[in-house]
């Protein structure tokens, strides 16, 4: 599976705006503001690029699913669930 970035890109600085009390309480955990928002962004990523697949093969996935509600699918006459 293709990766949604590179990974082995290097690391950039940026300035960020944060709520303070947020900033704070996370600073008091010992939490990495990096690699959290790291992951955040990378789940985001994630999430729209699903949706983008799936609006750009809708037609498709409607086409399937058509096909099955009228035929069924392959093997259903073996499956015991």
């Known amino acids: 599976m293709q990766s949604l970035y ?3 890109a290097p690391k ?8 303070s009390d947020l900033l704070l309480k996370c600073k008091a955990l010992n939490i990495n503001l990096s690699a959290t ?3 955040a962004l990378k789940e985001k990523l994630a999430d729209n ?3 983008n697949w799936a609006e750009e093969n809708k037609n498709a996935i409607k086409a399937y699913n058509d096909f ?5 699918c392959f093997g259903d006459e073996f499956r015991s669930f």
């Not at 099955?68 to 069924?72: F, P, S």
């Open 6 to 8: 590179d990974i082995n």
């Open 12 to 19: 950039k600085a940026t300035n960020l705006s944060l709520n």
């Open 37 to 39: 928002l790291e992951h």
């Open 49 to 51: 690029e699903a949706k």
């Open 68 to 72: 099955v509600e009228e035929n069924g």
